[in-house]
């Protein structure tokens, strides 16, 4: 049998040099202008191919996972004209090598990174200014565009914390993909609620409460109760400690949550009409569309995204892309079903719903955990026996 030549320190690093280039790129690249996560991660994958006969251990259905996307990659580019969500299958491989390799010390770092973003997050919130302000560029126009507390706050002047990331938006992607990666960790959901709120994500406040909900109705009755109890308090505490410290703040924080009941809002009706017309361009594709998709059409003519991670995959990278996403999530959610892994049927639910509602799958940070997450799944539910030995902190907590 073939032994492991990657020592536990290595594994580390492997480990720390993948996260770092991550979820420190926004700051580097908004400050230094340096594409930390294009370098950082080419070295990541050199380094990790000293190691090729170590990441062939993993099971044959996680191989064959990542042959297929990067076969799909192969036989896609040829009809397309842009490689804009290209990384929709590299990012699969780049998730495999992190698993295969260094998965423990991968979910150690990402709590560190987890716990490290709720300080930044509430100093940024209770000072009103940003840790850094992010620069990024369009991909594909080009033209650059700065985040700051004025722009992300929009029409309504809320106040919307980012800490590390390059805005509210992908720190709330971060939050659910931990919330999904920890099903079980009760501390870890909280924080991510009081993260989620720190952020004005109104998407993963639902999750959050979703998550909590689900937690609380595997207790046993008599520890539901003083759960429902201790949490009812302690929100009643954080919004008089909130609404005292910052008043009118506060406020508008709660007042743009409360829209939720609203079917009025324009950015829901501003989704609902990308969706439409997502689904008019893939109604009117060719046959060599329809299968490999023509990347980056969409945002080409409509200068924004799907807002649905489903529905990109279709106009992106076609009915190969949709299916190769699809089943991968379908065999999971069957497979917990079967052996009764409720809390992993829930979380590929939910990321089904996410899915669903936002382009989850295409930002770096979030299509890494989504796969790293996916992997785990896997091995959860398609080798339970070997799952049993996985070391504690692989398997879901």
């Known amino acids: 049998m073939y032994k492991t030549t990657i020592t536990s320190y290595f594994k580390k690093f492997l480990a720390f040099i993948l996260i770092f280039s991550l979820f420190a790129d926004a700051y580097i690249l908004s400050i230094f202008n340096v594409n930390l996560k294009l370098y950082g991660g080419l070295f990541f994958i050199i380094i990790s191919l000293f190691f090729f006969k170590d990441i062939l251990q993993i099971s044959y259905t996680n191989n064959l996972i990542v042959f297929v996307s990067i076969l799909l ?12 969500t290209a990384y929709s299958y590299i990012g699969v491989a780049i998730a495999f090598i992190a698993y295969a390799l260094a998965r423990v010390q991968v979910k150690k770092q990402l709590l560190i990174v987890f716990y490290l973003c709720i300080p930044i997050a509430l100093y940024e919130y209770f000072s009103g200014s940003y840790l850094f302000d992010s620069v990024f560029a369009n991909a594909t126009t080009g033209e650059e565009f700065v985040i700051n507390e004025n722009v992300a706050g929009g029409l309504s002047g809320v106040f919307r914390s980012k800490a590390i990331f390059y805005g509210s938006t992908s720190f ?3 939050l659910i993909s931990m919330m999904v990666l920890f ?13 989620a709120f720190l952020a004005n994500s109104r998407l993963a406040l639902v999750i959050g409460v979703l998550f909590l909900s689900f937690n609380i109705l595997q207790f046993k009755s008599g520890k539901i109760l003083k759960v429902s109890f201790l949490l009812a308090i302690t929100l009643i505490l954080a919004h008089f400690i909130f609404s005292y410290l910052l008043e009118n ?16 809002l324009a950015g829901e009706s501003a989704r609902k ?16 569309e329809l299968i490999f998709g023509d990347n980056g059409a969409y945002v080409k003519k409509y200068s924004n995204g799907t ?17 190769f996403y699809s089943l991968i ?25 996410v899915m669903g509602v936002v382009t989850y799958h295409l930002s770096a940070i979030s299509n890494f955990l989504l796969w790293f997450t996916l992997f785990i799944f896997l091995e959860e539910t398609t080798f339970s026996k070997k ?3 996985l070391p504690t902190n692989l398997r879901l907590n």
């Not at 990659?73 to 804009?84: A, N, R």
């Not at 508008?252 to 939720?260: A, D, G, T, V």
């Not at 807002?307 to 299916?323: A, I, K, T």
Request: hydrophobic fraction near 55%; glycine fraction near 4%; charge should be positive.
């Open 387 to 389: 799952a049993a030995s």
């Open 73 to 84: 990659l192969i036989v896609s580019i040829p009809f397309w004209d842009s490689y804009y």
């Open 307 to 323: 807002e649905s991670g489903w529905l990109s995959l279709l106009v992106d990278n076609g009915l190969l892309g949709f299916l």
């Open 273 to 288: 009409r990308f969706w439409n017309q997502a689904i008019e361009m893939f109604s009117g594709y060719s046959w060599d």
């Open 329 to 353: 999530f379908i065999k999971i959610l069957a497979a917990s079903i079967k052996k009764k892994m409720v809390h992993i049927a829930f979380a590929i639910i939910i990321i089904s719903i």
């Open 172 to 174: 709330g992607l971060f």
């Open 249 to 264: 703040y506060y406020m508008i924080s709660i007042n743009r949550i409360l829209e939720l009941k609203s079917n009025e």
């Open 183 to 195: 099903p079980k960790r009760f501390l870890i959901i909280n924080l991510a609620i009081l993260c």
